[in-house]
């Protein structure tokens, strides 16, 4: 039973293409995140939901698009997708929102996107 | 700007001896802090945190330490183990200021040696 689950765990597409990735999590959390991890191994908040509401939305391109269905599922949607885009894309989840108390996030396997 | 820098992008222990892992952050509102553990094809995975109104944390073999004066926390591992090799996480966040979010470092590659 993986508690946080990301679908693909590998994607490789072309520039221009809109691709999405899914998320869910089986641990009844209220709260959940995308992070980027980059070529230069920054990981970075992209989004975070809290019961289904955008929290954060930290300067991403509105290629990015979230889409929160119900509080177990955060999934990504990218449209014309750029080489720049090429990473590694965590989902996370925590009980609360995190960054306001010191609930613990629970990472997902990651989905490594390239694009050529 | 990184906030939260991890200097040391790999170390090399051998088994049984000490591995200190190093994290500098910048923001002297963080008050909360923690590390995680990455293994490859896996998302990082909680090792141990600590407040800022504390100057250690103990868990088993894992001990933080914070020098809020040098905006410095590190993470100790003793005895290390083969299978403590993994990248190493630092994060921070501000939760009395409601930044909403945790910023992470670079990591650490941790290669413990047999």
């Known amino acids: 039973d993986t508690a946080v689950s990301q679908t693909p765990k590998y994607l490789v597409t072309q520039m221009g293409n809109d691709k999405s990735i899914k998320c869910e999590q089986n641990?009844?959390?209220?709260?959940m995140y995308w992070y980027k991890q980059d070529s230069k191994k920054f990981l970075k908040i992209m989004f975070s939901?809290?019961?289904?509401?955008?929290?954060i939305n930290e300067t991403v391109p509105n290629r990015f698009s979230p889409k929160s269905p119900d509080k177990a599922h955060l999934n990504l949607h990218i449209n014309s997708l750029e080489l720049g885009d090429s990473a590694v894309y965590f989902c996370?989840?925590?009980?609360?929102?995190?960054?306001?108390?010191?609930?613990?996030?629970?990472f997902g396997p990651g989905t490594r996107l390239t694009v050529l | 700007d990184q906030q939260v820098k991890q200097n040391s992008p790999s170390l090399s222990v051998q088994e049984g001896r000490i591995s200190i892992l190093n994290c500098d952050y910048t923001?002297?509102?963080?008050?909360?802090f923690l590390w995680y553990k990455k293994y490859p094809a896996e998302g990082p995975t909680f090792l141990i945190s600590?407040?800022?109104?504390?100057d250690k944390n103990e868990d088993g073999r894992f001990t933080v330490f914070l020098n809020k004066s040098a905006k410095h926390l590190s993470l100790h591992i003793v005895p290390s183990q083969p299978g403590d090799s993994a990248v190493y996480f630092c994060?921070?966040?501000?939760?009395?200021?409601?930044?909403?979010?945790?910023?992470f470092g670079t990591g650490t590659r941790l290669k413990v040696l047999a």
């Open positions: 996370a989840s925590s009980p609360r929102l995190a960054g306001v108390n010191t609930d613990t996030q629970y």
């Open positions: 641990l009844g959390h209220d709260t």
């Open positions: 939901y809290n019961n289904k509401e955008l929290i």
């Open positions: 923001n002297s509102m963080f008050d909360y």
């Open positions: 600590i407040s800022s109104i504390k």
């Open positions: 994060a921070a966040s501000a939760i009395g200021f409601g930044t909403y979010k945790y910023i």
